[in-house]
C-alpha cells in the first residue's frame, strides 16, 4: 500500500501501517540525532516541558547541512542517520506521543515493543539521499537547542510530500529487520567457507 | 615555485577535491550500482537502488553534497617532494571547503564531544602518507561518514584459524552491521601486518577501483568468494533484504609475525567518495575524477 499522509499523525492512521507500505509525509519533521535525544531524556526526567511537541509528530534521525541566506536558514542536505545509536533513548520519546521515527537501519526490540504499546511506526529512508531529501524540505521553521552545534540541534523543518518511506517496523510487532535478519542467519548456516 | 604559492596550490586543490568528492561518485561506483539494479530480484531493494542512483545523479547534475554526512576529511598523499607547511596547507584547504561548499561540521573532541566547528582539530584531517621518488605530490581525498566507519572491526585470529577463519570473521561482521553502514557496500579487508597496519591495510584496499581484483591470485580469489559469501547473505539494500549487500570486496594483505593472523574490516557505504589531483613542482595541477 502507499499512503500519503499529513502531521499530526492519528492514532489510526499509524495503525493502518504496516512493514512493507510506503509512506510519503506533509508537514513538520522534528530532526534529532544523539545529543538532542539525550537532552530530551533529561527533560522528560525533570518532568520540563519541551520546546517542541511530540503529540502526533515525526521524528527524523538526522543532521542537515545547512547554509543561511539574509535571516533565513536554507537546508542544503538532508538524509537519515543510523537509528541504533538513539535506540535505549528512544521508547520515552515514543512514551511521550511520538506517532513516527523516520531514519535508516532500524532499531532494537525495545523500541519495536514501545511501537507496539504506543501505537507508533519506524520508517526506513533510503540512506544518503541527501539531495533529494532537501528538495522535500519546504521551509526551515525553527531551530531549537542550537548549542548542541549544528550537526546536533534539533530542526523543525516543513516538508512535503517526503517520501518514499518504507514502513520497517510497524505497530503490529512486524520488523523488516528482523524478518531479514532471521533469513540470513538461515542462508549462512548453508554457506561451506 | 615559492613556499607560499606552493601553500595556496594546496589549499586550493583541497576545496578542488573535496567539491568534486562530496558531489560526484566515481564512474566505477556509479557502473557498480547501475549494473546492481539490473540483477537485483527484490523489488524493495530495487526501489533503494533506483532511490539511490537518482539521488546520485541529481547530485552531480547541481554539484551539491550527496550525502549530508560528508564525512571526516581523510586524505592519502604519495609524496615526490614536500615543502614546510604541507599540513596546515591541507588543513586551510578543509576549513574553507567547510564554510564554501559547505559541508558538515563533523569534528569533534573524542571526550569532551565539543564540534571543533571548522572539520579540524588535533589529528584531523587524517593524512596517511606514502613516499615515491617523482616531481609531483598526489593527493586523494576519501570523505569517510559515519555510519559505514562506525562498523569497523579488527580480529587477531590464531593462524590456525587459517582462510576458513578469515572468511567467517569478515561475514560475521557484515551480517552485524546489517542495514547500519549503508549497504550496498565496498568492504575493504586488510591481512596480516602488525594490529594498526592491517586496519590501514583495510582503508587503503577502499580506495581501489570498485570491480579490480588483487594481482595475487589466491587474494582475488578470496576477494570473489567473499563477495559471493556476502551477496548471498540476503541483507540487501540498506539492510531491508534483496541480493545486493556489497559492490564489491577488497583484500590488502601484508606479511606477519609467525604467531600472528590479523584481519581487519573497514566499511564503504555505497557513497565511495574520492577524488584525486597530482600537484607538480612546476605549480601546475591534474585534477582526476577517479
Redesign the interface.
Known sequence: MEYHLSTPLSKEAVASLRA?D?VYITGVFIVARD?AHMRMAEYFKGQKELPFKLEGAVIFH??????KEGNEWKI????P??S?RMSSLEPAVIEHGVAVIVG???MDNTVLKALHDYGAAYL?M??????????MVKKVLGLVWEDL????AVWLLEVEDFG?L?V?MDSHMED??E???R???E??KS?H? | MSANMEDKLIEETVIALLRRAVATLPGDVLAALEASLLIERNP?AK??LS??L??VR??RA?M???????GLPVFFARMGFTFPGFEEAVARGVRRATEDI?????V?HPLT?E?T?DNTGKGMPYICYSYEPSDYIELIVMPK???SE?MSALAMLNPSSGI?GI??FV?DTV?NA???P?PPIILGVGIGGTADECMALAKKALLRPVGSHSPDSSIARLEMEMLH?IN??????????GDTTALAVHVEYACCHTASLPVAVNFQ???ARRARARIYRDGSVEIGGE
Do not use: F, H, W
Open positions: 512493507g510506503v545529543k538526522g543532521a542537515p547541512i545547512v547554509k542544503v542536505a538532508i538524509g542517520t543510523t541504533a535508516k537501519g532500524g526506513s533510503t540512506g544518503g539521499t541527501a539531495v533529494m531529501g532537501a528538495r552545534g549544528m550537526s546536533e518514499p518504507t520497517a523488516l529487520y524478518n531479514v535478519r533469513r540470513v542467519a542462508n549462512i554457506m567457507l | 524493495t526501489r533503494e532511490r539511490i537518482e539521488n541529481e547530485a547541481c551539491l553534497p550527496m550525502c549530508q554526512d560528508t559547505p559541508l558538515r561540521k563533523n569533534v564531544r564540534n566547528g561518514g559515519g555510519g562506525n576458513g572468511k567467517r561475514l551480517v546489517g542495514g547500519r549503508c559469501a548471498a547473505t540476503g541483507i540487501g539494500p540498506m539492510g531491508l533484504g557505504c555505497y557513497a
